[in-house]
C-alpha cells in the first residue's frame, strides 16, 4: 500500500504551517454561545478560493447535490499499560478477522499525550487494565514496525476500551475531552462494537440544524461506513487496509446524483476511500463491503466523487494526494497557501476545505502550477 518509486508525492511539502494554526479545542469551546459549526469554511473551485463561514454550506451547495458521509462511531482507543516497569499508552487501530487488533505502543510525553516509541519487539507483554495482557505477534506490514498484530488476554476488546479507554489525543491539542466531542452527528453504534480509532473528523462541524437545512434545500446524503486506523503523526505513511461497507441504497443514491445534474461530494477523505472502492472502473458504484487497501493519488484519479469536504492536512500527509486526485495539484497549493496565509486552523477541531473538482488541466493552466 505504500507509494509506489514512480508515484508523484504532493508538492506542499515545502508549506510551513505554523504551530499557532493548530486548533487546540473544539469550535464550541472557544467563547460562549459557539456550536460545533463556528469554524471557517475554504472553497476551491479550481484555482478561485473563496472564505466562508460552515454555517454558509447549505446555500454553497444546490438541490440534487449528494453529501457521503461516514458513520463509524469513534471509539475511546487509547488505553494505558505497562510493558515491564515501563508506562505506555496502546493505540488500538484496527481489529482482523482473526480476532487480534493492529495496535500502536507509544510513550507519555508528560502532558497527557503521546510520542512515538522505539524497541518494539515480537512477543513483548503489555499489561493493560483489569488484568488483561495484550502480547504483540508481529508487524502489521513489511513497511515498518509501527502497528503490530496483537492478541489479548480477554476477547471482549469493545469492552476494555469502553471501560478503560479513552479518545486518541496528539500533543497540539490542550487537553483531554470526553469520547462526546469525537463523535461527529452522523455516527451510528456499530453491531459488532468496531468502530474509528480516530473521529472522521470532516464531518464534525456538522449540526442537526445544519444537516435539516440542508435537507430542506434538495442536498441528499448517502450514507458509508469506513471504521479509520490509526494516523501516521509522524511518518505520515499511507493509509493501511480498513474495513467498510458501501450499502446498496447508498450506491443507487450515488449512481442517480451522477446519472442526473447532482454532483457527489464525500464528506472527508474516508468517504472517498469507501465510494472509489466500491466503484467500478465504469465509475457506477455497487454495493460493497470487506477491506480496502485502495490508496487514491493523482495517478490512479477518481471515478465519482465531484467533490470533497475535509479538514486541513499537515503539508506531508499523504492525504494530500487525495485532494490532488480530486481538484488537481496546482488548486490545492494555492488554497493552502491562503489557508496560511489567512491564518486557518488545522487538524481535527479546525476549519474546513470544500474542493471542487474542476478539469484537471484547465487548472493547472489557470493556477499557473508555480511549484
Do not use: K
Not at 32 to 60: K, T
Not at 90 to 95: A, K, L, M, P, Q
Not at 285 to 292: H, I, L, S, Y
Amino acid at each position: 500500500m505504500s507509494v509506489a518509486p514512480g508515484v508523484s508525492r504532493s508538492v506542499l511539502g515545502r508549506v510551513r504551517v505554523p504551530t499557532e494554526l493548530s486548533a487546540r479545542v473544539p469550535a464550541e469551546q472557544r467563547g460562549p454561545g459557539l456550536d460545533r459549526d463556528a469554524v471557517r469554511l475554504l472553497v476551491s473551485r479550481g484555482c478561485a478560493v473563496a472564505h466562508h463561514a460552515f454555517a454558509e454550506l447549505p446555500r454553497l451547495l444546490r438541490a440534487g447535490d449528494l453529501l457521503v458521509v461516514n458513520t463509524s462511531p469513534t471509539l475511546a482507543a487509547a488505553v494505558d499499560g505497562w510493558v515491564g516497569h515501563a508506562r505506555v499508552v496502546v493505540h488500538f487501530s484496527t481489529r482482523g478477522d482473526d480476532g487480534r487488533w493492529a495496535v500502536e505502543l507509544r510513550d507519555p510525553d508528560g502532558r497527557g499525550s503521546t510520542r512515538a516509541r522505539t524497541g518494539r519487539r515480537a512477543g513483548t507483554e503489555v499489561e493493560l487494565p483489569g488484568g488483561v495482557r495484550l502480547v504483540l505477534e508481529a508487524p502489521l506490514s513489511e513497511r515498518g514496525e509501527r502497528l503490530w498484530w496483537a492478541r489479548s488476554s480477554d476477547p471482549d476488546v469493545a469492552g476494555l476500551l469502553g471501560a478503560h479507554g479513552r479518545p486518541i489525543r496528539y500533543s497540539y491539542t490542550e487537553r483531554d475531552q470526553p469520547l462526546s466531542v469525537y463523535q461527529t452527528v452522523f455516527a451510528l453504534p456499530s453491531p459488532d462494537g468496531a468502530g474509528s480509532a480516530e473521529m472522521p473528523s470532516a464531518a464534525r462541524p456538522f449540526t442537526a440544524r445544519l444537516v435539516a437545512e440542508l435537507v430542506s434545500r434538495g442536498v441528499q446524503f448517502a450514507p458509508v461506513r469506513l471504521h479509520t486506523g490509526v494516523a501516521s503523526a509522524e511518518a505520515h505513511e499511507p493509509p493501511y487496509p480498513e474495513r467498510f461497507v458501501v450499502p446498496g441504497a447508498s450506491a443507487r443514491l450515488i449512481n442517480a446524483a451522477r446519472a442526473g445534474d447532482g454532483r457527489v461530494i464525500a464528506v472527508g477523505t474516508t468517504a472517498v476511500r469507501a465510494v472509489e472502492s466500491a466503484a467500478g472502473p465504469d465509475g457506477v458504484v455497487r454495493a460493497a463491503e470487506g477491506w480496502t487497501d485502495l490508496v487514491v493519488t493523482p495517478e490512479r484519479g477518481v471515478r465519482v466523487v465531484d467533490g470533497l469536504l475535509t479538514g486541513l492536512h499537515e503539508p506531508e500527509a499523504s492525504h494530500l494526494l487525495m485532494l490532488e486526485a480530486v481538484a488537481g495539484r496546482a488548486a490545492v497549493g494555492r488554497a493552502y497557501d491562503e489557508a496560511v496565509r489567512e491564518r486557518y486552523l488545522w487538524h481535527e477541531f479546525g476549519d474546513v476545505h470544500l474542493l471542487l473538482a474542476e478539469e484537471t488541466a484547465h487548472t493547472e493552466r489557470c493556477c499557473g502550477n508555480s511549484r
